[in-house]
């Protein structure tokens, strides 16, 4: 039995080239990346708190670089494509 090549969908990979044109390179890091995965969980994938959580998160780290500097720029939208490429990357990869 030969294995079978990760391939996304002509749809995924759609997806995941408009969620990349549509997120600034120096918006989001790993370490918020990590932090994303998890508030996605702890509130069953309520995106209006997990972008609260999100801002909370870039003043407490003090990022002050790139468009994270502007206050509550992380919104709604944007934390639920980011989790949609991220969800994406991962799904190609395993």
């Not at 918006?27 to 932090?35: A, K, P, V, Y």
């Not at 944007?78 to 991220?86: D, E, G, L």
Request: aromatic residues 12%; proline residues 2%.
């Amino acid at each position: 039995m030969s294995a079978v090549p990760n391939m996304l969908s002509d749809a995924d990979d759609f997806q995941l080239r408009r969620a990349k044109k549509m997120l600034p390179e120096d918006e989001w890091t790993r370490e918020l990346d990590f932090f994303l995965a998890e508030t996605v969980i702890r509130n069953c994938f309520n995106f209006d708190l997990i972008a609260i959580e999100i801002n909370q998160e870039v003043k407490r780290l003090g990022y002050d670089h790139g468009v994270a500097a502007n206050s509550n720029i992380f919104t709604t939208e944007k934390c639920r494509i980011r989790w949609s490429y991220i969800h994406l990357k991962v799904s190609f990869l395993s």
